[in-house]
């Protein structure tokens, strides 16, 4: 018997395999460039979580937010255990979004969404890249503070509790989101994340400081790869094969 995840899997598989038998195969001139610059393209989404001038308002909110988290962070874990937001069964939704299913179904969308337009397996790769690599370095930092802080969470059970990692992931998601399908999809994804961060507050695994955290990391990390996909990516027609040519520009 095959259990959700394997299924999940599967179906990313068959539709990935559908895509590849309808798309126009990417370049290999293409491939071999995308792989040599790739380094300085990912640096650069890095370089951009620390430029201010871009994200100086989500800078200016942790510097609010995350202090004066952590001075309610305990008077909202009681009052939360004693009067439940979720019922465990809405909770858990939460729970599996922001763990697995919301990246498995962006992924799926990324991949119907450029089937159904008939886009080239390139624009794939692109959106995908940003996809994985958002989520990838948002796991990354976020178990790094997770070692360094070494704080306990609120049920005792670990001391991996700041930041949320279920939150950081999720926003890193909206963000992604926000910037390949637009404000509403966007918004919808951020209220989405913003649900998985109660759930965990709901569920006693995290503190409202490590919610607070967790978003503002997921998002700062998500835009920062969004906005240099959009500076270094450019759709160019070409008339002469009558279809879409995605350049990848390496900006130095």
């Given at each position: 018997m095959f259990n959700?995840?394997?299924?999940?899997?599967?179906?990313?598989?068959?539709?990935?395999?559908?895509?590849?038998?309808?798309?126009?195969?990417?370049?290999?001139?293409?491939?071999?460039?995308?792989?040599?610059?790739?380094?300085?393209?990912y640096f650069k989404g890095l370089q951009t979580c620390w430029k201010f001038p871009y994200q100086k308002n989500l800078y200016l909110a942790g510097a609010a937010l995350i202090p004066i988290s952590f001075l309610l962070d305990q008077h909202i874990a009681n009052y939360i255990q004693a009067n439940k937001i979720y019922s465990a069964q809405i909770s858990q939704i939460g729970d599996l979004y922001g763990h697995r299913w919301g990246y498995y179904g962006t992924l799926t969308a990324i991949i119907l969404t450029n089937t159904v337009t008939r886009q080239p397996v390139i624009k794939i790769i692109q959106e995908a890249e940003l996809l994985i690599e958002s989520e990838l370095t948002t796991a990354t930092v976020?178990?790094?503070?997770?070692?360094?802080?070494?704080?306990?969470?609120?049920?005792?059970?670990?001391?991996?509790?700041?930041?949320?990692?279920?939150?950081?992931?999720?926003?890193?998601?909206?963000?992604?989101?926000?910037?390949?399908?637009?404000?509403?999809?966007?918004?919808?994804?951020?209220?989405?994340?913003?649900?998985?961060?109660?759930?965990?507050?709901?569920?006693?695994?995290?503190?409202?400081?490590?919610?607070?955290?967790?978003?503002?990391?997921?998002?700062?990390?998500?835009?920062?790869?969004?906005?240099?996909?959009?500076?270094?990516?450019?759709?160019?027609?070409?008339?002469?094969?009558?279809?879409?040519?995605?350049?990848?520009?390496?900006?130095?």
């Open positions: 959700k995840k394997s299924l999940g899997c599967m179906t990313i598989c068959l539709v990935l395999l559908a895509e590849l038998s309808l798309a126009r195969e990417p370049d290999s001139e293409w491939i071999i460039n995308h792989i040599k610059h790739y380094p300085i393209h976020t178990a790094g503070l997770k070692y360094l802080t070494h704080r306990q969470r609120p049920n005792h059970k670990g001391y991996r509790s700041l930041p949320s990692g279920h939150t950081s992931g999720s926003f890193a998601l909206a963000a992604v989101i926000k910037y390949l399908y637009g404000d509403l999809p966007g918004y919808l994804a951020y209220g989405m994340a913003a649900f998985v961060g109660s759930t965990r507050i709901n569920d006693n695994k995290h503190y409202l400081s490590d919610v607070v955290s967790g978003a503002i990391l997921g998002t700062l990390i998500g835009r920062s790869f969004a906005h240099q996909h959009q500076l270094e990516w450019s759709v160019q027609p070409n008339p002469e094969i009558h279809s879409i040519k995605i350049g990848f520009e390496v900006l130095l």
